[in-house]
């Protein structure tokens, strides 16, 4: 084969591979930083709230450690020490979120005006971010102005919110219990600060 016939060929070849790459980069759902799985099949761990107040029952959350390692973690360590049990859904607003997780502040009994305002003793995360969207079910982690101070909070959306969009990081999604999850007693005022007695998490377990 002549040299100038191999160059050629050469060329074709790449310029083929170079299409299938891109194709295969490109196609629907080959962003890494989006989960595709289906609901229960992304791999990570699973957590189990029940829930007890105007909403009744329990949810399971699937979280993302492939997206989240380090947000994901936190929340399974916390749960195994048994740390979210009686804590409660402090900051609910109807058709955007439901807030909770304050270990340090948003215990069942305690001074609710606090709620919101702690954590855990472990350090702030850096934060997480990835091309998941916060839709309808979305698990998101609570932060303050600072984008790494992710810690033991947490909020659960009632309805997509893409404002939130790389802005927040997504830790996991319910897939068993969205309807105990939209019973959830609502708060007041444009913060939906909760008056009276919020829902509270009872007990939150590790179950995968």
């Known amino acids: 084969m002549r040299k100038a016939t191999l160059v050629a060929w050469l060329l074709f070849l790449a310029g083929v591979g ?3 790459w891109y194709y295969f980069a490109t196609v629907p759902g080959s962003d890494p930083a989006v989960v595709n799985d289906a609901p229960g099949q992304a791999g990570g761990p699973q957590i189990e709230i029940t829930v007890a107040g105007e909403a009744n029952g329990k949810v399971l959350i699937e979280l993302f450690d492939n997206l989240a ?3 994901a973690e936190r ?6 020490e048994g740390a979210y049990d009686g ?7 109807d058709g955007f979120m439901a807030q909770t997780g304050d ?15 702690g954590g855990s003793d472990y350090p702030d995360l850096p934060a997480e971010f990835s091309n998941e969207p916060f ?14 101070s992710g810690n033991s909070q ?5 309805d997509e919110a893409p404002f939130l969009d790389g802005e927040y990081t997504v830790v996991g999604r319910v897939i068993e219990g969205m309807d105990v999850v939209m019973d959830i007693k609502r708060g007041e005022g444009p913060n939906g600060a909760v008056i009276g007695q919020p829902d509270v998490m009872t007990n939150v377990d590790v179950v995968k």
Do not use: C, K, W, Y
Request: hydrophobic content about 55%; proline content about 4%; charged content about 15%.
């Open 75 to 80: 929340i399974t360590r916390l749960a195994d």
């Open 18 to 20: 170079l299409v299938v």
């Open 154 to 158: 947490f909020f659960i959306m009632f």
């Open 87 to 93: 804590v409660v859904f402090h900051r609910v607003i």
């Open 103 to 117: 270990v340090a502040f948003g215990l069942e009994g305690g001074d609710m005006s606090r709620a919101g305002i």
């Open 135 to 148: 839709v309808r079910g979305v698990v998101g982690m609570a932060r303050s102005s600072n984008p790494d």
């Open 69 to 71: 390692p380090q947000h």
